[in-house]
């Protein structure tokens, strides 16, 4: 399994971005990250493996070339590579501002997991999962994506039920 990268990388990648114009301080949806998505499929840079490292800094390199060969503005930089990257990943469009966390959503299905094995069910654990947002939070999702409206409250809110039921179905053992 590939290594992921050290931090001497990251800031590495970092530098280089903010050399070519693409990198918007304190800005994740800035076109670094983008780019980062479009060759890697991953939402984070933290989460690049040493493969993923030299395809974004090649990447980064020659668009630093480009930009030290033509004397172009960082501006034109930027715009060619939005121009380049078709749109952003659905993830960015499903969560709202507020979005549930994936510490939240690992949670949420830790504890959905052992409440099937506290208490089996014929339902699959989506399903309980669906039934129990729209019963405690009355709001109606998707088994496949049961997260996409659900905000921080909600997965804080929700944690604390689920928490209740695997501790109610441990005492009842």
Do not use: C
Request: glycine fraction near 4%; aromatic fraction near 6%; charged fraction near 25%.
């Amino acid at each position: 399994m590939p290594s992921a990268i050290t931090k001497a990388q990251i800031q590495n990648l970092y530098a280089i971005a903010s050399k070519t114009g693409v990198l918007e301080s304190g800005n994740k949806d800035d076109n670094f990250h983008l780019l980062v998505h479009k060759l890697t499929g991953k939402n984070s840079v933290s989460k690049l493996n040493n493969m993923d490292f030299y395809k974004v800094k090649n990447s980064l390199m020659e668009l630093q070339r480009d930009n030290q060969n033509s004397k172009s503005n960082n501006q034109a930089i930027s715009k060619e590579i939005a121009k380049n990257i078709s749109k952003k990943p659905k993830w960015y469009k499903k969560r709202p501002v507020e979005a549930i966390t994936d510490a939240q959503i690992r949670k949420i299905w830790h504890l959905m997991y052992d409440l099937q094995n506290l208490s089996p069910s014929t339902a699959t654990v989506g399903s309980r999962l669906k039934g129990i947002i729209k019963r405690q939070l009355k709001i109606d999702v998707d088994v496949k994506e049961p997260f996409v409206w659900l905000t921080s409250a909600h997965g804080y809110k929700l944690i604390e039920i689920l928490k209740k039921y695997v501790q109610n179905k441990e005492d009842a053992i």
